[in-house]
C-alpha cells in the first residue's frame, strides 16, 4: 500500500453538491502522507528539547513537519496515527487521524441499504467492534474508505444521489438511521473556535515577531538597558493585548454569525413529525419548512411546495428568490445546477407555500450539513483565506534576510574590534548580539501595515467595507478591471420598451404599451411567464418581470389556506397563483376580454440555460399551455423554425444595437393526453411556437462613464462580462466610453468540434453585415491595423467556450483585445478572469454579487455593490450602487502601497543609522546610551512611523502604476546611496569633532557605558538623530499617488517639532546634558558646524532620492541591454500592436494540428 496519497474527488466531473469554491477550497489537489509515532523517538525528541531548554517546541510550532519526521516514521494510510497534508499552494499542515466506535447494528444497517461506500467507512477489527477513522481538515471531515485505499471528504457518500434518490427521502429516515449518520457526517454545526484567552497568548507569543522581541529584551536586560528594556516590553504587552483583544472579538464575531441553531421539525419513517435541534440534521433527512419560513440551518433540495428566499447573505443580492421543486429524474443532483431547486444554509426563507404538509409550507431533504454547505465555504473562505501572491509581500522576507545578512558582517566586525580591546567573553557576545537586534528592526513588520489601517478607515468613512486588509495593497497594482452589465455599469431596474407580435411571415408592428396587445398566446405569456409572488399582498421578485407584469396591467393571484376554491376553479389542479386580466380590458374597442390563467408547474429562469418556462390551465382546467421566456437566441432554438419570422436576425440585432434589453417568448398548446403538473422540464421547452420580442430599455447608470473614463486616462483596460446580448453589451459599452466613437468593433465567431464539422474561428466587422468585397475587406483591414489599438474585439459566451476548447493558441490574443463578453454563465465569468491572471494581470471585478460570486472570490481586487455593510461575497463591498467606488478603490490602494514601501524603506533606514552609530562608536571604545536609545527608537522614529502615513490619495489616477518591487534597482540603489551618505555624515561630524583644538581623546582603559559621557558620543548623536528626521521626508513620497506633503498636517507638525527639539538638544542642551548622558560642548561654533553638515546630508539626500525617481539609476539597465518585460501581458500588446495580419477578417479558420491531436 502506497505511503503517500492524494485527496480526490470521484471521477464523475460532475460538480459537488455542496457549492465549495475549488479556488478558496482546494482539497482536490491535496497531497497525504501517513505516519506513525515510533516510541524511542517521541522520547529522544523530548529529552532533546529538554536539553534546548524548549527551544525544539517552538520550532516544531513555526514547522510542524519537522515535528512529525523527528518523532514518527512513514506508514501506509490506513495504519497512520498523524497525517502530513500539503495543499495547492505548498503549504504543510499536520492532522491527527481520530477514531470513533459506532453503535452496534450499525454495520448490518449499512449492509441492509446495500451502500458499498458506507461499508468501506468502517474497518472491523474485532467481530464485535467497529471503527470509524478520519480526520478534520479545516472544518471538513475526511473518512477512509478501504476500498478506495484513500481518505475522501465525506460528502463523497452522497454526491452520487440522483434526483429520484432524493424524492425517496420524503418518507424520512428511523432514529437508528439518523443516529448512525451523525456518527459519520458529524454534527451539522459550522463551528467557528473561539480560542480561550491563555492559547491565544501562548499562540501570539509564539510569533517569530515576538520571540525575537523578547530575545532582544532579555539582552537588553543583561546588558542593563533597562528604561528601553522596560519601555519596549511595555509595548510589546500593550500590543499582544490589543492583538488578543481584536482577534477575540474577530473570532466571536464569525462564531456568531457563522453557527446557527435552531429547531426544526423533520418528518421520521414511521411518518411521524419530530422538532429537533437542527444540530441532529444529516444529509437524508425530510424537512418539513413551515409557512412563515425560517432561517435555514443546512442545504436542502425542494422537493414539495415554492419558497420565497432572501439571498443575500450569501450573494450580496436584495432581491428575493422564488424556489420551485427539484424536477424528478434519474440525472445526478448537484446544487450548483440546480440552484433555482436548492435552499441554501444561511438564506432566510420569506415564507413557504403549496408543500401539502399540515401547515401549508414546503417539504425538502437535507443534501448537505456543516461547512458541506454553501455557508460554511464561505466561512471557511474568511477562516481560510487564498495566500496573497503579492511581489511586495515576498520581497519584504527577501530584505529581511538581506539585513540578516549585513547583521552577520556588522557581528563579526564587532567581534574583531572588540576581541582586541580585550573585554570579558561575557561582554563580547552580548555587544555582538546586540548588533542583529539593530539591523534586523523588530518592529518593521508591524510598522509597515499602519499605511493599510488608515486607508481602511477613509474607505469606511465612504462608504466602502473592507475584509481583507492586505488586498488594498494589491488593489495599487490592478492593471484590468472587468465589470457586470445590469445592476452595475446600467441601472438595476428596467423599463418596457415595446412589444413585437412575430408571425411565419413577418414581425407586426410595434406596440409601445402590451396592455394595449389583442387578447392572445402573447399577453397571455408576458402576464404568465414569471417567478413573482406576493408577500402581504406586495408582488416580490426578478425588477425585469416586476416591470413586464405591470405593462400588462393583469393581476396576480395566490391561493389561500388550503387553496382548493383556485383548485376548483381550474379542474382540480394544484394553482400556484393565478393571472387575472384587468376587468374593464379592451371593452371599450369591442375586443374579447382574456380569460384568467392558472400557474401549475414553474421552470425557474437559469442562466446556464438562459430561460425560463412555465405549464398554465385555463378555467376550469380544459386547456393547457406551455410558455417559455428567455434569450432571443435560446428561444428561436426552442422553436420549430417555420414559426420563427424571417427577419428574426435583423430585427433583433437593430434592437439590440440600440441598447436594448429583447426578450424572446414562445408557447406550445399542451396534449390532452399529458398531465400538466408532472410534465418534464425538457418536454415542455420544445417544438414551441414563436410568439415575439420583448424589449426593455437598460439606461446607463450617470456615473459609469465618468468612472470608464478615468481609467482608461489611467491606462488602465475596463472589460465588459455579462449575461446579456452581444450587440446590447456593445451598445452599453459604447455608452459607458469603454469603446470609443472612433473605434471599431470586431466580432469572434467560434464554433465547436461536431459530428459534421471542424471546429472554425471568424473574426468579423462590426459593419460587415453581409459579406464584404475583397477591396472592402483589404481597405478596412488596412486601416484598422494602421491604427494599432484601434479596435475592441467582442465574444459572446458560447465562442468563448470553443476557442479555450478548440483554439487555445488564440486565446490569449483574443483575450489581449476583447472589450466586451456577453451571454457569459457564472463558471465563464470566474474561467475568464483566472485566464486573464495567467496574463500576469492584476484583475478586479465589480458585480452585484448575485451571479458574480466566483469571479468576485477569484479576482485580485473583487468589488460587490451590496447594500450590505459588508458581503463576504468578495474582499470588498461598496454601499454605493455603482461604480465611482472602483476609481477610488485603486487610488487609495496605490496610496497605501506607496506607504507601505516609504515605511518599508523608513524602517530600514532607521536601522541603517543606528547599525552605522553603534559600530563606529565600538569601533572608538564607546557606545550609545540607554536613554539615547529610547529618545532615537520612541520619540523620533515610532512616532513618525505612525504618523507618517495618513496622507490621503491623490485626486487622480497616474498612467503609471506604483512599483511593488523592493528588490528593484532603484529602491537598492537608493538605500546603498542614503547608506553611504549617512556613513559620511557621521564621519564627518567625528572627524570634525577629534580635529577640534578642545578635544578631549577617550580613555582606552575604559570601554563601553564607562566612556560616558563623551565628544564622540555626542556628536554622533546629534548627526544621526537629525539623520533619522531627514530620512523620514526623504522617503515619503507624495506624487503622483499621494496628496503633497503639506496635506498630513500631523505629520508636518511632528517633522517641524522634532526639528527643533533636536536642534535645541544639539545647541542648549541644558539639562538634558546629563539626562541623555551628553558631553557640554561649549563651542557654538561648532554646533553649527554639525546642523549645518546635516543640512547638507538632507539636501544631498534629497537630491539623490529626486534624481533616482527621475530615472538616474535606469542608465544602468543600458549596459545589459533592452530586455523584455516579464508581464506576459505587456509582451503580447507589443507583438498585437506591431502586427499586420492580426486578427484575419473575414477568414475561417481551423485547428492547428498540435489542437487536433491533443483533442483527440
Given amino acids: 500500500m502506497d505511503r503517500r496519497g492524494s485527496v480526490l474527488e470521484p471521477q464523475s466531473g460532475l460538480p459537488s453538491p455542496s457549492p465549495r469554491d475549488p479556488l478558496l477550497s482546494p482539497d482536490s489537489h491535496m497531497d497525504v502522507q501517513g505516519y506513525k509515532f515510533v516510541r524511542w523517538r517521541v522520547w529522544m525528541f523530548h529529552l532533546a528539547a529538554v536539553l534546548t531548554l524548549g527551544f525544539l517546541y517552538i520550532l516544531i510550532h513555526w514547522r510542524p513537519r519537522l515535528g512529525i519526521l523527528a518523532r514518527c516514521s512513514s506508514c501506509p494510510l490506513a495504519l497512520a496515527h498523524v497525517l502530513l497534508i500539503r495543499d495547492i499552494f505548498g503549504k504543510q499542515h499536520v492532522v491527527d487521524v481520530l477514531t ?97 484567552y491563555i492559547k491565544l497568548l501562548f499562540e501570539e507569543v509564539l510569533n517569530p515577531f515576538y520571540v525575537f522581541q523578547f530575545f532582544s529584551i532579555t539582552l537588553w536586560m543583561i546588558d542593563d538597558y533597562y528604561y528601553y528594556a522596560t519601555c519596549i516590553l511595555l509595548l510589546s504587552i500593550l500590543s499582544i493585548s490589543i492583538s488578543l483583544y481584536e482577534i477575540r472579538k474577530q473570532s466571536l464575531t464569525l462564531h456568531n454569525m457563522a453557527q446557527l441553531v435552531t429547531n426544526v421539525k423533520i418528518r421520521r419513517s414511521s411518518g411521524v413529525e419530530e422538532c429537533v435541534s437542527s444540530v441532529e440534521l444529516v444529509p437524508g433527512d425530510c424537512l418539513i419548512i413551515p409557512q412563515e419560513g425560517l432561517l435555514l440551518p443546512c442545504d436542502a433540495a425542494l422537493l414539495a411546495g415554492e419558497c420565497l428566499v432572501n439571498e443575500s447573505m450569501l450573494t450580496g443580492e436584495s432581491v428575493p428568490v422564488l424556489k420551485t421543486p427539484l424536477p424528478a429524474g434519474e440525472g445526478r443532483y448537484s446544487s450548483e445546477t440546480e440552484r433555482r431547486h436548492t435552499l441554501f444554509c444561511g438564506t432566510q426563507l420569506i415564507q413557504a407555500k403549496g408543500g401539502g404538509a399540515g401547515s401549508g409550507g414546503a417539504i425538502a431533504v437535507v443534501t448537505s450539513t456543516g ?284 434592437f439590440s444595437s440600440e441598447g436594448l434589453r429583447v426578450l424572446a417568448l414562445g408557447y406550445k398548446p399542451l396534449d390532452n393526453n399529458t398531465d400538466p403538473r408532472t410534465i418534464k422540464r425538457e418536454e415542455v421547452e420544445k417544438d414551441m411556437q414563436f410568439l415575439g420580442l420583448l424589449m426593455m430599455k437598460n439606461l446607463v447608470k450617470p456615473d459609469s462613464a465618468d468612472a470608464i473614463n478615468i481609467l482608461r486616462q489611467a491606462q488602465l483596460r475596463s472589460v465588459m462580462v455579462t449575461g446579456d446580448n452581444i450587440l446590447t453589451a456593445v451598445n452599453v459599452a459604447k455608452s459607458c466610453r469603454m469603446v470609443g466613437s472612433d473605434e471599431r468593433v470586431i466580432f469572434v465567431h467560434a464554433t465547436p468540434q461536431t459530428a459534421q464539422s471542424m471546429p472554425t474561428l471568424r473574426f468579423t466587422l462590426e459593419d460587415d453585415v453581409t459579406a464584404a468585397s475583397e477591396i472592402s475587406v483589404e481597405i478596412n483591414t488596412w486601416g484598422l491595423y494602421q491604427g494599432g489599438s484601434g479596435y475592441h474585439l467582442a465574444i459572446n459566451g458560447k465562442s468563448f467556450a470553443a476557442l479555450r476548447d478548440h483554439f487555445p493558441e488564440h486565446l490569449p490574443k483574443v483575450l489581449m483585445r476583447t472589450t466586451v ?35 468576485l472570490r477569484a479576482a485580485d481586487m473583487g468589488v460587490s455593490l451590496s447594500e450590505a455593510e459588508a458581503s463576504i461575497a468578495s474582499p470588498f463591498t461598496s454601499r454605493n450602487q455603482n461604480i465611482s467606488c472602483v476609481p477610488l478603490l485603486i487610488r487609495e490602494g496605490r496610496c497605501s502601497l506607496v506607504t507601505s514601501f516609504g515605511l518599508f524603506r523608513y524602517m530600514a533606514l532607521y536601522s541603517l543609522i543606528q547599525f552605522c552609530s553603534v559600530l563606529i562608536l565600538h569601533t572608538m571604545n564607546t557606545t550609545v546610551a540607554d536613554l539615547q536609545f529610547l529618545y532615537f527608537d520612541i520619540v523620533l522614529v515610532t512616532t513618525l512611523a505612525i504618523v507618517m502615513g495618513k496622507g490621503g490619495p491623490s485626486n487622480q489616477l497616474h498612467p503609471i502604476r506604483p512599483t511593488a518591487n523592493l528588490m528593484a534597482l532603484p529602491v537598492l540603489g537608493s538605500l546603498f546611496i542614503h547608506s553611504c551618505l549617512i556613513i559620511l555624515g557621521q564621519l564627518a561630524a567625528l572627524f570634525i569633532t577629534t580635529s577640534q583644538d578642545w578635544y578631549i581623546p577617550l580613555n582606552s582603559t575604559v570601554i563601553g557605558v564607562d566612556n560616558l559621557p563623551n565628544m564622540e558620543d555626542t556628536s554622533v548623536f546629534a548627526l544621526s538623530g537629525f539623520q533619522y528626521i531627514i530620512m523620514a521626508v526623504v522617503v515619503t513620497k507624495s506624487y503622483p499617488h499621494k496628496k503633497p506633503l503639506y496635506y498630513n498636517v500631523i505629520f508636518l507638525c511632528l517633522l517641524i517639532t522634532l526639528f527643533c527639539v533636536m536642534t535645541w538638544l544639539v545647541l542648549h542642551p541644558g539639562p538634558a546634558v546629563s539626562l541623555l548622558s551628553l558631553y557640554d560642548i561649549p563651542d557654538m561654533n561648532y554646533k553649527m558646524l554639525i546642523v549645518a553638515v546635516a543640512a547638507l546630508n538632507f539636501l544631498i539626500c534629497f537630491i539623490v532620492e529626486v534624481l533616482v525617481d527621475l530615472g538616474l539609476l535606469n542608465c544602468l539597465r543600458l549596459l545589459r541591454g533592452r530586455r523584455p518585460s516579464k508581464k506576459s501581458y505587456k509582451r503580447l500588446n507589443s507583438l498585437l500592436s506591431n502586427s499586420t495580419s492580426w486578427p484575419p477578417l473575414n477568414q475561417t479558420l481551423f485547428p492547428t494540428d498540435d489542437t487536433l491531436i491533443r483533442l483527440s
Fill in 821 to 855: 463578453f456577453a451571454r457569459m454563465t457564472p463558471d465563464q465569468k470566474t474561467q475568464l478572469v483566472k485566464e486573464l491572471q495567467n496574463l500576469d494581470y492584476r484583475v478586479g471585478m465589480c458585480g452585484d454579487g448575485a451571479n458574480d460570486c466566483g469571479a
Fill in 371 to 654: 461547512f458541506f454547505t454553501a455557508k460554511g465555504n464561505l466561512v471557511s473562505s474568511i477562516l481560510y483565506p487564498q495566500p496573497i501572491n503579492f511581489r511586495f509581500y515576498q520581497d519584504a522576507i527577501k530584505f529581511l534576510l538581506i539585513l540578516g545578512f549585513l547583521a552577520f558582517i556588522g557581528t563579526i566586525y564587532n567581534f574583531v574590534v572588540l576581541y582586541k580591546a580585550n573585554v570579558s567573553w561575557g561582554y563580547l557576545v552580548i555587544r555582538c548580539l546586540d548588533i542583529v537586534t539593530i539591523a534586523v528592526p523588530p518592529a518593521l513588520p508591524a510598522a509597515i501595515t499602519t499605511g493599510t489601517i488608515y486607508a481602511q478607515q477613509r474607505l469606511k468613512k465612504q462608504g466602502i467595507f473592507c475584509i481583507s486588509p492586505p488586498r488594498i495593497n494589491v488593489c495599487g497594482k490592478v492593471s484590468l478591471f472587468c465589470f457586470d452589465k445590469t445592476g452595475t455599469l446600467t441601472e438595476e431596474g428596467l423599463d418596457v420598451w415595446g412589444v413585437m407580435e412575430g408571425g411565419p411571415s413577418s414581425f407586426s408592428e410595434l406596440v409601445p404599451e402590451p396592455r394595449f396587445l389583442a387578447p392572445g398566446p402573447m399577453l397571455s405569456g408576458l402576464a404568465c411567464c414569471h417567478t413573482v409572488t406576493l408577500m402581504q399582498g406586495q408582488p416580490i421578485g426578478d425588477p425585469l418581470e416586476l416591470k413586464m407584469i405591470e405593462s400588462t396591467g393583469w393581476n396576480l393571484q395566490e391561493p389561500e389556506g388550503d387553496g382548493k376554491v383556485l383548485d376548483a376553479e381550474f379542474g382540480g389542479y394544484k394553482v400556484l397563483a393565478v393571472m387575472r386580466p384587468p376587468t374593464q380590458q379592451l371593452q371599450a374597442q369591442g375586443s374579447s376580454a382574456s380569460e384568467a390563467v392558472a400557474l401549475v408547474q414553474r421552470f425557474p429562469f437559469s442562466s446556464a440555460l438562459q430561460r425560463m418556462s412555465v405549464v398554465t390551465v385555463v378555467g376550469g382546467g380544459h386547456s393547457a399551455f406551455a410558455f417559455i421566456k428567455g434569450s432571443p437566441e435560446m428561444v428561436a432554438s426552442l422553436c420549430r423554425a417555420e414559426t420563427v419570422p424571417a427577419q428574426f436576425s435583423s430585427k433583433l440585432r437593430s
Fill in 100 to 196: 470513533e466506535e459506532l453503535e452496534d447494528g450499525s454495520f448490518e444497517l449499512l449492509v441492509e441499504h446495500e451502500v458499498t461506500d458506507w461499508r468501506d467507512t468502517a474497518q472491523l477489527y474485532q467481530e464485535e467492534k467497529t471503527l470509524l477513522r478520519y480526520y478534520l481538515f479545516e472544518g471538513l471531515r475526511y473518512v477512509w474508505l478501504d476500498r478506495k485505499g484513500a481518505f475522501l471528504r465525506v460528502s463523497v457518500l452522497n454526491e452520487d444521489w440522483t434526483c429520484k434518490d432524493l424524492y425517496g427521502f420524503q418518507k424520512g429516515l428511523s432514529h437508528l438511521e439518523q443516529s448512525f449518520r451523525r456518527r459519520i457526517y458529524g454534527s451539522n454545526l459550522i463551528d467557528v473556535p473561539v480560542k480561550p
